[in-house]
C-alpha cells in the first residue's frame, strides 16, 4: 500500500513562486514514476509535470520555462514560479511503480491579488 501527501499549498499573488512538495511511503520500490497533476473548478484534470525514473522530465505547455519538477528519493517536487490565476487548482501527486497509480488527495494552489 502506497501513500502520497501533498503540501506547500496556499495563496499567493499574480508572479509569485510557491513550492509544492509531495511525500510517498508505504510500500515504495526503487523503480517508478513520479508527477503532478491538477485540477480546476469545473474542468477536467490535467497533467502538469512528470519525472520518469529515468530523470527524463515532461511539462505541459502552459508551465513550461515556469514550473520545475525535480525528487529526492521518494518526495517530488513541484517548483512553481511566475504564477497566473489560471494556475489555481487542486495539485495532486502521482506515483506509478509496478503498473499501478496511486493519487495525494491534493493541495489547494489559489493565485490572485
Known amino acids: 500500500q502506497v501513500q502520497l501527501v501533498e503540501s506547500g499549498g496556499g495563496l499567493v499573488q499574480p508572479g509569485g513562486s510557491l513550492r509544492l512538495s509531495c511525500a510517498a511511503s508505504?510500500?515504495?520500490?526503487?523503480?517508478?514514476?513520479m508527477g503532478w497533476y491538477r485540477q480546476a473548478p469545473g474542468k477536467e484534470r490535467e497533467l502538469v509535470a512528470v519525472?520518469?525514473?529515468?530523470?527524463i522530465t515532461n511539462y505541459a505547455e502552459s508551465v513550461k520555462g515556469r514550473f520545475a519538477i525535480s525528487r529526492n528519493k521518494n518526495t517530488v517536487y513541484l517548483q512553481m514560479n511566475s504564477l497566473k490565476p489560471d494556475d489555481t487548482a487542486v495539485y495532486y501527486c502521482?506515483?506509478?511503480?509496478?503498473?499501478?497509480?496511486?493519487w495525494g488527495q491534493g493541495t489547494q494552489v489559489t493565485v490572485s491579488s
Open positions: 519525472i520518469y525514473r529515468l530523470g
Open positions: 502521482t506515483i506509478t511503480q509496478y503498473g499501478a497509480v496511486y
Open positions: 508505504g510500500s515504495i520500490g526503487s523503480s517508478n514514476d
